[in-house]
């Protein structure tokens, strides 16, 4: 059992930092908290394109997932103007409209100066910081610059889509600007400041002059000094990815994302490979508010020319065991959250 102190970090307030939240979010949010601590919400990753993980996921447990994560990726204009297409913003959509939960990350490819040298740092591989020469920190350090401006280009081009989920009603937890801290992603490549001003400018952007009010703001830098400040994270995401079939509750990592802040933030595991074990999170009070397993080869294999369940990460066994335990929510057990009461 927790003692009150360990009771009390589990205590959040809806209180999200965009103070004109729609309501729709503010339901959300009230859900998540109401729930955090005693469950954990179910969750999976598409792929950049159209990618069968759910419907493997449905065909071996029998349930979805109750939350669906996408990526802007496609969208990033140093893509579309060398022809990527994407879909996603449409299935989000509809996930949200059969009583779903969306959340979107942005593999944002650099706005400029992609290397293209194959096999490995070619333009689709544009997020990486050994793909492309783009440089943050001299972006944010002259907002008259050509790079500058095509940072906002860009921010400006996802927020055509995330309108679309707005009007659309969709509440979105929104992840950008990811695992800044291991310096793989061209934001975090130049260190924690120009990243840090990158994240509040897309904040004040999609915020102030955008209208998006249906944004909760997952901040998932991986280390305190990369930390934007509570004003600006509702809540926090850590990444991990353990050993093959290591089912530990990653207590480590939650008591670090713990120590960020003073303030109460929900914690989630924002990506994972092996999913943790629902038993061994409730014995360390790892109480992760939702998972979001990785695609691809953690969720299935191609055998035959079939798309077959791979237990290379998670045993099959072990992902029934998470799927249909007490702890975690699948999709049919969400409430209908278009009309989930708010706090008085």
């Known amino acids: 059992m927790l003692n009150t102190e360990g009771r009390s970090r589990f205590n959040v307030q809806p209180n999200l930092v965009n103070p004109n939240a729609d309501e729709n979010t503010q339901r959300l949010m009230t859900y998540l908290c109401d729930i955090y601590g005693t469950r954990i919400l179910t969750g ?10 759910l419907e493997i996921l449905h065909e071996v447990t029998g349930k979805y997932p109750a939350v669906y994560g996408f990526d802007f990726m496609n969208y990033s204009p140093s893509r579309t103007e060398r022809g990527a297409e994407c879909s996603d913003t449409d299935i989000a959509i509809d996930w949200w409209q059969s009583g779903g939960i969306v959340t979107f990350c942005w593999h944002w490819n650099a706005p400029k100066d992609l290397i293209d040298l194959p096999p490995d740092r070619t333009w689709g591989s544009g997020f990486y910081t050994k793909a492309t ?7 944010m350090a002259d907002e008259d610059s ?20 707005q ?19 061209w934001w975090g490549a130049k260190g924690a400041d ?26 998932n830098g991986q ?24 089912y530990e509750s990653q207590l480590d990592r939650f008591q670090t994302a713990l120590s960020y802040t003073a303030m109460n933030k929900i914690i989630a595991l924002s990506e994972n490979g092996t999913i943790p074990d629902p ?9 992760w508010a939702w998972n979001c397993t990785w695609y691809g080869t953690f969720v299935y294999n191609t055998v035959d020319g079939r798309k077959v369940y791979a237990e290379k990460y998670t045993e099959l066994d072990q992902l029934i065991k998470f799927y249909h335990h007490p702890f975690s929510i699948t999709k ?7 009309n989930y009461p708010l706090r008085d």
């Not at 999976?44 to 993980?53: A, K």
């Not at 994240?199 to 998006?212: A, G, P, Q, S, V």
């Not at 038993?279 to 109480?287: G, K, N, P, V």
């Open 44 to 53: 999976q990753q598409i792929g950049v394109v159209s990618t069968p993980e």
């Open 133 to 139: 020469t783009f440089d943050v920190h001299k972006a």
């Open 146 to 165: 050509e790079d500058y401006k095509l940072l906002i280009r860009d921010i400006d081009a996802i927020s055509i889509q995330l309108h679309r989920l």
């Open 167 to 185: 009007d659309a009603g969709v509440p979105v937890l929104w992840r950008p600007l990811h695992e800044a801290s291991g310096g793989w992603f």
């Open 194 to 219: 120009p990243c840090v001003r990158l994240w509040k400018l897309m904040y004040e952007r999609m915020t102030n002059m955008h209208k998006l009010n249906h944004l909760i703001w997952v901040w």
């Open 223 to 246: 280390h305190a000094d990369w930390y934007p400040g509570d004003e600006y994270v509702d809540i926090i995401g850590e990444d991990i990815y353990p050993p093959d079939r290591n």
């Open 279 to 287: 038993d061994l999170m409730l014995r360390d009070q790892a109480l």
């Open 332 to 338: 049919d057990e969400l409430p209908n959250l278009h």
